[in-house]
């Protein structure tokens, strides 16, 4: 049991002491996008050649999370605890494409003779690395997300103890609303101002929810998160809980994230051991459990007050607002929702402080933004950035820009509620308000970059497939608007659509957008409305004067054959 | 406590805790509904009623929006009378309604907004889905391609009644009503045939058996009658008083 | 004055509209001293005639030859009504279409069930073969004005055409606009 600041420092220790009786540690990348690529072979051949050069004793193993290049995985780092010779006196080496086979090598020359296999490494100076700021991935690729102890070694739960034992709920509220955090679930809501709502709402019992629905196409982020440092999350709600008066928690994570799943309930239960949840979390006169709650995978279920329905086992549609969630929420009571990247900031900022955290981004988004970079760049993965970066710095620096020969359209950011914005604008630099200037949203962190081979009536008609098959079906706007709009899209798409359908889609756009119940139906015309804004053209180019007024030919009934 | 606030330009006052829908019936300023009854809890769903108001960009469902001092709302802009418009051939071009055919024609709500709203033909494409018809029940009949999701029937039916036969299965384009587990309404045991969903149904979805084309009379104010009556503890209907 | 070009058209549906158009009964006759019935199923005319102002158009396009037809029609005149709910909306000619491909029930009725004729009619140029889908026929053609009701009443039919014989398209609206009704 922990319960005081020694006893953290003790686990940190031995944690250390642990790691340094090896000459190397062998970080092999154990998340989804690596391990798809192979990364499970690769961690074997360490293991199996190590054995065979008997050095064991020397070389420690370790699967951790995502490093980010994933399109160059799998990757694997090698830390050695002296700087050696042959690396350039570095202690880090960074190396991708990693198969078995050039794990035996990579065993054989380095981890036996300290020589850096350097056709396979990546500089560490490369834009994609050193332009990140991580702060919610800080521990991803550096820990084994399933070992507390792991999370401890790197300041784990400090946060926790420094809030419980030297401020009272309302000065953690206080820091937050300081911090100028803001909802990294879509909206940018202030959380400190969620957080004092709920802080000061008056009920028995209240709750906090972490949203780890993830449903936007293409999304990786808080599966990211949840997968690679689940003790963060868990320690940024404990603070909210402590912060609010919640007694109560639910983790809500999809059915197809399986290994968040599973590392989130063995953090629960790595914590409660320790005495980090449950009764009198580091021995204080505070409690708080936390349980994980499976989603069927819904989009829609996201949405907060369908994943309120969704918990209390009702149907996953959303409902009217006002009450707001913090008002009424999980069984009437009171009840805050956060992504999960929101919560995962909340230790850094407690431990920093809120002055560290306003340093960081642009006058109205403070802090990082975790980015899944997609599309026709030459690199692609998982980010992290300051924000206030420029969309260009992203695209052209850290995504080592498009294919040689190809033209940079445009980014689409925000995923199916969101936008393209095109090349002309990328100098803005990244912020809620700039994005949505633009057209387009800062979403949960989707950013696709296309080049001039995409088509942008494409796009947005499959952002628009996606949001019919999503859509509950509660409202009649976003119900029956997104198959029409999905229609007309298909039918301007097949060059078979008029300037009376381009009109017609306008129109839908228009009322869906206004008149949709959720969040949802009131998106999902975006893609629509930001590709018309920017590339209308295109869609002009689409148009025919003579639509084929019958597309189906007659029945042939010689076909049928005789009675 | 009483408080002022503006419908369309005209000052009125009313209570607080009101919803604008029961403001503007009172006054006399007609808001189509559909969802909505009068009895049953608020599903805020077909969005005919939504109102402008001032001050704020997103539209209001009046049959949700509580009354509050100093609001203003307008409820017959362009914009929103285009918006009703569209909705209202939206309902008609997801399902599939044949007037000509139906229990209900000259009796439905349906009929009457398209009424109202100018609508004498669909500008969208009508996407004639493949819906089911039940007839299993001794008294009563469903016909799924006259629904238009309003769940009148799973509110009455839950909220009134206390069986909660009704409920709705998929999503989008697929969401439709079931009855029990999905099974036959006829062998669905928590229903008592009690008919509240047939009454409060706005369409020909749900009907009684043996009435034919435009024979059906829907009674929707039944729940309204039912939920006052045990409110107020007084079962004398009004005009007996 | 002379008097406008009128002609109606009998598509996929009942004929129901027709018969609601000889429900004008007297006022038939001030209809003909400002309009000349230049082509309509209750005229001996083969072919749909150039020129024409004003086209009646009841049914739904259900058929090949229902397509060639209202194409016709839109290209020869100047205004295009669909006349009637199963113009307007498919109708109960329409029912068919959440059955989609009507093959499979063509085979069963005379093919399967076999009482009447010897395989599926198909007599080309005599049975026109069915499209796969119903539509109304503002789906196909541009259409100018709606007359809805199934059928739609002669007092409903006399509204639309009262503007309409003088170089007006008719505004209907209220209980005049109700579809399934005559009123
Ligand atoms: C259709 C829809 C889907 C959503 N999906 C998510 C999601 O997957 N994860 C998330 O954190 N928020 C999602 N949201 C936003 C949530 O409703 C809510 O605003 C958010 O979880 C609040 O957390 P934050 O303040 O930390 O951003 C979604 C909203 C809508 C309308
Ligand atoms: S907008 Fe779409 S997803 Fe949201 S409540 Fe309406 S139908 Fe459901
Ligand atoms: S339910 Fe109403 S709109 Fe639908 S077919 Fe019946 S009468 Fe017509
Ligand atoms: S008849 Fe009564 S009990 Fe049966 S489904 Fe309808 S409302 Fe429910
Ligand atoms: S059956 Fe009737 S009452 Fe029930 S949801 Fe459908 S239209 Fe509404
Ligand atoms: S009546 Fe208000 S939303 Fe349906």
């Known amino acids: 049991m922990i319960k005081s600041h020694s006893d953290l420092e003790i686990i940190s220790l031995e944690e250390k002491q642990n790691t340094a009786q090896y000459r190397h540690r062998v970080m092999c990348c154990n998340s989804t996008a690596c391990l798809s690529a192979g990364a499970h072979g690769v961690r074997e051949a360490f293991e199996a050649s190590i054995k065979r050069e008997g050095l064991e004793p020397q070389v420690q193993v370790v699967p951790v999370g995502c490093m980010g290049l994933c399109s160059q995985g799998p990757l694997v780092a090698v830390k050695s605890r002296l700087p050696n010779q042959e690396t350039g006196g570095k202690t880090e080496t960074l190396y991708h494409s990693v198969n078995p086979e050039l794990a035996e090598t990579i065993c054989q020359e380095h981890l036996a003779n300290g020589k850096a296999v350097e056709a396979q490494v990546l500089s560490p100076e490369l834009p994609f690395f050193a332009r990140q700021q991580r702060i919610v991935l800080a521990n991803a690729g550096e820990i084994n997300p399933e070992r507390i102890e792991d999370y401890i070694a790197r300041g784990g739960y400090q946060a926790l103890l420094q809030a419980l034992s030297t401020m009272t709920p309302l000065e953690v509220v206080e820091s937050i609303e300081q911090s100028g955090l803001r909802g990294r679930g879509g909206g940018g809501y202030p959380t400190g101002k969620k957080w004092r ?311 839908l756009c228009d009322m869906v957008k206004h008149t949709s119940l959720c969040g949802l139906g009131q998106t999902a015309p975006n893609p629509v409305l930001s590709t018309l804004q920017y590339f209308r053209q295109e869609y002009l180019d689409l148009m025919t004067d003579s639509p084929p007024q019958v597309a189906d030919k007659a029945i042939n009934y010689e076909a049928l054959g005789e009675g | 406590m009483p408080i002022n606030l503006n419908i369309n330009e005209q000052n009125l006052k009313a209570q607080e805790g009101e919803t604008l829908l029961t403001v503007a ?192 009379k829907h009674q929707p104010a039944v729940v309204d009658f039912l939920a006052s009556a045990r409110r107020e503890q007084n079962w004398h209907k009004k005009e007996e008083q | 004055m002379s008097r406008i070009k009128l002609a109606t058209v009998w598509l996929g549906g009942c004929a129901g509209c027709h018969m609601s158009f000889l429900d004008l009964d007297e006022w038939l006759f001030e209809l003909a001293k400002v309009a000349e019935l230049v082509f309509s199923p209750i005229a001996d005319a083969k072919v749909f005639p150039e020129g024409v102002d004003v086209a009646l158009v009841e049914g739904a396009v259900a058929n090949e030859d229902n397509l060639e037809l209202i194409k016709k029609v839109r290209e020869r005149s100047k205004w295009v009504i669909s006349f009637g709910d199963c113009a307007v909306t498919g109708n109960v000619t329409a029912l068919r279409n959440p059955l989609g491909d009507p093959t499979p029930m063509l085979k069963r009725i005379y093919l399967a069930a076999n009482v009447v004729t010897e395989g599926v009619p198909s007599e080309k140029g005599i049975v026109p073969a069915l499209l796969p889908r119903v539509m109304p026929v503002h789906e196909v053609i541009k259409v100018d004005a709606f007359l809805t009701g199934c059928p739609p009443s002669a007092a409903r039919i006399q509204a639309a055409l009262e503007p309409l014989v003088k170089g007006e398209l008719p505004k209907l609206e209220g209980e005049h606009i109700r579809f399934g009704q005559g009123a």
């Open chain 1, 197 to 507: 709502m709920l802080h000061e709402a008056q009920a028995e019992s209240k709750y906090v929810v972490a949203n780890g629905d993830e449903g936007d196409p293409g999304a990786y982020m808080d599966r990211t998160i949840m997968e690679d440092d689940p003790h963060r999350i868990i320690e940024g709600m404990t603070i909210a809980a402590y912060a609010t008066g919640a007694q109560q928690g639910y983790l809500y994570v999809r059915a197809e994230y399986p290994v968040a799943v599973r590392r989130l309930e063995t953090a629960i239960r790595q914590a409660k051991r320790q005495g980090l949840l449950g009764n009198k979390i580091l021995d204080k006169d505070f409690g708080f459990s936390l349980e994980v709650r499976i989603g069927a995978g819904a989009f829609v279920c996201g949405e907060e007050t369908a994943l309120l329905a969704s918990i209390e086992g009702k149907r996953g549609q959303p409902v009217l607002r006002p009450p707001y969630p913090t008002q009424r929420g999980l069984w009437q009571s009171p009840t805050m929702i956060n992504n999960v990247e929101t919560f995962a900031n909340i230790s850094s900022i407690i431990q920093k402080g809120a002055d560290w955290f306003r340093s960081i981004g642009t006058d109205s988004s403070k802090g990082s933004k975790v980015f899944a970079l997609a599309g026709k760049l030459n690199h692609t993965g998982l980010i992290e950035v300051p924000l206030g970066i420029t969309l260009r710095d992203i695209v052209e620096d850290m995504g080592g820009g498009v294919a040689k020969g190809r033209n940079l359209k445009a980014v689409q950011t925000g995923g199916p509620s969101g936008g393209c914005i095109p090349e002309a604008y990328l100098d803005t630099a990244i912020d809620y308000e700039s994005l949505q200037h633009l057209g387009s949203i800062m979403g949960s962190g989707g950013f696709i970059v296309m080049d001039n081979d995409d088509s942008m009536v494409d796009i947005a008609k499959f952002f628009m497939e996606f949001c019919r098959d999503e859509s509950c079906g509660k409202c009649l706007p976003c119900r029956a608007g997104t198959v029409q709009m999905y229609q007309l899209l298909d039918k301007i798409s097949k060059s078979q659509a008029s300037l009376d359908d381009l009109a017609r889609l306008e129109d």
């Open chain 2, 25 to 216: 019936r009172r006054e006399g300023i007609p808001l189509p509904t559909l969802c909505f009854l009068e009895g049953l809890s608020v599903a805020g769903s077909c969005r005919l009623c939504l109102v402008e108001v001032e001050g704020s960009s997103k539209l209001q469902p009046a049959c949700a929006l509580k009354v509050t001092e100093g609001l203003s709302v307008k409820t017959a802009t362009e914009r929103l009378k285009r918006y009703r418009k569209m909705i209202v051939e939206l309902l008609f071009a997801e399902g599939n309604h044949v007037c000509a055919v139906c229990v209900s024609n000259g009796n439905c709500e349906l009929q009457d907004l398209a009424v109202q709203m100018g609508v004498d033909h669909i500008r969208f494409s009508y996407q004639f889905p493949e819906r089911k018809v039940d007839l299993s029940h001794p008294l009563f009949g469903f016909d799924a391609n006259r629904c238009v999701l309003c769940t009148r029937c799973v509110r009455a039916c839950d909220e009134i009644e206390g069986a909660h036969t009704w409920d709705v299965a998929g999503r989008g384009q697929s969401a439709h009503i079931i009855s029990d587990m999905a099974q036959p309404w006829g062998s669905a045991t928590s229903c008592t045939s009690c008919s509240k969903c047939v009454a409060v149904c706005p369409v020909g979805a749900l009907f009684g058996k043996g009435v034919s084309v435009a024979e059906m």
